[in-house]
Nanobody
Framework: QVQVVESGGGLVQPGGSLRLSCAAS????????MGWFRQAPGKEREYVAS????????YYAASVKGRFTISRDNTNDMVYLQMNSLKPEDTAVYYC?????????????????????WGPGTRVTVSS
């Protein structure tokens, strides 16, 4: 199991940007598809984005497509989520997630019930 620690959250005005980071340890991240989920207050955890092991394939929820960009640095076992044009509805705790796969081009499962382990998350608040 990959252990993760998320960081980079904070308070930002609508239309602003933030870059979230995920530091992974315990296993080589290069063997895992990686992704992000989020959980808004009073709502269920939802899938946000994913990046394949190869880094060539990225996948996004419709609600963030065109505004968020996921990337990874396999050398340093890091995953990032660049969030632009933030909206109040993006307010949530953001969680990094991993999925072991031998396939180079697949995403992580988008069902949060697929995972037993979650990191501490990082809180993002979009408000004026």
């Amino acid at each position: 199991q990959v252990q993760v620690v998320e960081s980079g959250g904070g308070l930002v005005q609508p239309g602003g940007s933030l870059r979230l980071s995920c530091a992974a340890s315990g296993r080589a991240v290069s063997n895992y598809a990686m992704g992000w989920f989020r959980q808004a207050p009073g709502k269920e955890r939802e899938y946000v984005a994913s990046i394949s092991r190869s880094t060539l394939e990225t996948y996004y929820a419709a609600s963030v497509k065109g505004r968020f960009t996921i990337s990874r640095d396999n050398t340093n076992d890091m995953v990032y989520l660049q969030m632009n044009s933030l909206k109040p509805e993006d307010t949530a705790v953001y969680y990094c997630q991993s999925f072991f796969t031998t396939t180079l081009y697949r995403a992580i499962p988008d069902d949060p019930g697929s995972y037993d382990y979650w990191g501490p998350g990082t809180r993002v608040t979009v408000s004026s």
